[in-house]
């Protein structure tokens, strides 16, 4: 019997788990993977290591500093700043046909990069980020919000709507056309006002820390344990069922799998509706380089690029991706320490929309062929927004929708999950909360505070559990 | 415990939740909140370290008695007036 059981190893279910054993509860995660990380893991392939999920992480904050969820996730969890490692950006771009804002972790910088490059619109900019909710605030607002709304409401320059709704969109809108207000705040604020950083070692460094702490504080983590079923009795859930058909007895469960994905584990599914599943999935090229991208000219750590005035944030239709909109990003685009060196492999990451159904429906064959062509495509599309490295390519790797739905079993192979998010995690039953993607949090910040959120209801429930 | 002994358990629980902030020069009765960097999430780890280290049970409605140093002993101290000090 544990007091709670964790459904998924990714950045949210560790961060709950490292939280509820703090405090003694009895704790188990259970991953169906072999590898921790759900969206943000890690892979080795032919001699080298690539990171699954991670451009950057959001929210930086420097060491020392005490305010922002950065801070706050450390003293949370019990970490040092220096166990996360985070090293800044040299610096990112927002890439539009003959416009380009730049951005730093300075968020100065931006704001004089959007006066210049928008001189008539430098007050309603600064209305704009008067107006964005602050964290808690956040919280508090309705869902239904548009950012597109408040965005024409505020900024006269449609370009400008368009090239500050792109980069946020890209990292983290799970509503075709649009996203939420809110979500557009806390990502505004995430990647704007407080910045993009990296460790050397990439998400790995994040994960060692957090299983390291779990376990070290009496967790227990089983990998290779998938979640068959929950057991239903009226409103609570009673029990787990894995795919082996071991059955593990907990008082509460957090499920990280997202909320269509738990919906349908629950034993009386068949007779509710199901929650909405997202749409948007991606693909992305990873392309090892022979030398250092500083050495072809690129210096930018993330370029989120647009090929016209208009946005398009939506599911391809017609095609297996759509590669008018993407982000391109370079590991080794950060300001490492001396000791660190630079990366030994050069990397560069091109992210695309991509169409669920269209890659899932190809036989064999046809999969690995459009890979290859996809991947062309891809890097084509991108090299129209920083310097060719396609001539130094030494080596490759692609992933796909496919490869998403396989390895996190979100439905859709959807990253940012469904496009109804539940900040407090409620479900219908009464011990079982959802956490991760479908919770609202996003990036690796967002996810660990989603967990530690979670973890502290449950914590906070448990000061009336009778003993066991 | 005494009220002196309830005090300096809680210095050593702020000095855990909050190591960055110096907490030896804490005024008794100013909140907590004015002193030091701590938000709603902080205050329940003061009461889930009670919980841990004394075993002591602090209901959601009485959270507001942890405002500042001088309730917090006031509240804690016939709660933890028959324990040992550790």
Redesign the interface.
């Known amino acids: 019997m544990y007091d709670v059981a964790i459904i998924g190893a990714g950045m949210s279910g560790l961060a709950a788990g490292v939280r509820l054993a703090l405090y003694d509860q009895r704790v188990v995660v259970l991953e169906r993977h072999y590898a921790v990380g759900g969206l943000n893991s890690f892979y080795r392939l032919r001699g080298r290591f690539y990171d699954v999920g991670l451009h950057a992480v959001t929210n930086f904050a420097k060491a020392g500093a005490r305010i922002g969820p950065l801070p706050r996730l450390l003293r949370q969890l019990r970490l040092r700043w220096d166990d996360f490692a985070l090293r800044e950006q040299v610096g990112s771009a927002v890439a539009f046909p003959d416009c380009e804002l730049r951005f730093t972790n300075d968020f100065e910088l931006f704001r004089a990069d959007v006066h210049r490059a928008f001189p008539a619109e430098k007050n309603n900019f600064e209305r704009l980020v008067g107006r964005l909710p602050s964290y808690d605030e956040v919280l508090r607002l309705p869902q239904a919000v548009s950012a597109r709304r408040v965005l024409e409401e505020t900024i006269g320059d449609r370009l400008l709507r368009e090239m500050l709704l792109c980069p946020l969109a890209w990292y983290g809108s799970a509503r075709e056309n649009d996203m939420d207000w809110g979500l557009f705040s806390v990502l505004f604020r995430s990647i704007f006002m407080e910045g993009l950083a990296r460790p050397f070692r990439g998400v790995r460094q994040i994960l060692k820390h957090l299983v390291q702490k779990f376990k070290s504080l009496g967790g227990q983590l089983k990998t290779r344990a998938g979640v068959r079923q929950i057991r239903v009795d009226g409103k609570r859930a009673t029990a787990i069922v894995l795919d082996d058909g071991q059955e593990i007895v907990a008082r509460r469960i957090i499920s990280s799998a997202g909320a269509v994905e738990t919906h349908r584990m629950l034993s009386d599914a068949e007779t509710l509706p199901s929650p909405a599943a997202g749409n948007l999935s991606f693909a992305e090229t990873i392309s090892v380089l022979d030398r250092s991208p500083g050495d072809l000219g690129y210096d930018k750590t993330v370029v989120f690029f647009n090929d016209s005035e208009h946005f398009h944030w939506q599911r391809p239709g017609d095609e297996l991706c759509d590669v008018r909109t993407g982000v391109i990003c370079s590991p080794s685009n950060y300001v490492y320490t001396e000791q660190e060196g630079s990366l030994t492999d050069s990397i560069v990451r091109v992210t695309a929309l991509a169409n669920f159904d269209r890659w899932s429906r190809l036989s064999a064959v046809d999969y690995a062929a459009a890979k290859e062509d996809w991947y062309e495509r891809m890097v084509a599309s991108a090299v129209r927004f920083v310097p060719d490295y396609r001539p130094s390519i030494i080596e490759r790797d692609m992933f796909t929708p496919r490869t998403i739905r396989n390895f996190t079993w979100h439905e859709n192979g959807a990253v940012y999950g469904a496009p109804q998010k539940r900040f407090d995690g409620s479900t219908r039953l009464d011990n079982l909360y959802l956490c991760g993607t479908d919770q609202g949090f996003l990036g690796i910040i967002g996810a660990i505070t989603g967990g530690i959120a979670i973890a502290n209801r449950c914590l906070q429930q448990s000061t009336s559990d009778f003993p066991s | 415990m005494t009220a002196p002994d309830i005090r300096e358990a809680i210095l050593e629980i702020l000095s ?6 110096d907490v030896s020069q804490l005024q008794d009765n100013v909140p907590f909140r004015e002193q030091l ?1 701590l ?1 709603s ?2 205050f ?2 003061i ?2 370290e009670l ?2 280290r004394y075993r002591i ?4 409605e009485d959270y507001a008695q942890l405002a500042s140093m001088a309730s917090t002993v006031a509240y804690l101290e016939p709660r933890m007036r028959d324990l040992e000090k550790v």
């Not at chain 2, 855990?16 to 902030?21: A, E, F, G, R, S």
């Not at chain 2, 049970?57 to 959601?60: H, I, K, L, S, T």
Request: charged share 50%; glycine share 0%.
């Open positions: 855990d939740i909050v190591p960055d902030d960097e938000d999430m902080d329940l780890d009461v889930m919980r841990k049970q602090v209901p959601e």
